[in-house]
Nanobody, 119 residues
């Protein structure tokens, strides 16, 4: 059992940057495959980025070259560095954890943090 709490969201202008944090408690994030997801009003949930226990990373095509996922096992925290933000990045962003052989839906999720990018 792991609890996840996101922070760092806010309102920025296009071209700006934000760093999202996901603080974990109850269990070490080294036990999990971690990811960031987002959902905008009227749209389906979208996977943004993932990172494995061996630091293999994946990114949605829409954020490649702009976003970077990372983690600090010592701080038990997951991060998403978001640069060159675009209005289409506006969404609620969620941190999630799952076991290697599990599914995201059966994993653990934070409450979300809102990111709003104005043009």
């Amino acid at each position: 059992q792991v609890q996840l709490v996101e922070s760092g969201g806010g309102s920025v202008q296009a071209g700006g940057s934000l760093r999202l944090s996901c603080a974990a408690s109850g269990s070490t994030i080294s036990n999990y495959y971690m990811g960031w997801f987002r959902q905008a009003p009227g749209k389906e949930r979208e996977g943004v980025a993932t990172i494995s226990s061996v630091l293999s990373r994946t990114y949605a095509d829409s954020v490649k070259g702009r976003f970077t996922i990372s983690k600090d096992n010592g701080k038990n925290t997951l991060y998403l560095q978001m640069n060159s933000l675009k209005p289409e990045d506006t969404a609620m962003y969620y941190c999630a954890a799952r076991f290697l052989l599990g599914s995201w839906d059966s994993g653990y999720w934070g409450q979300g943090t809102q990111v709003t990018v104005s043009s």
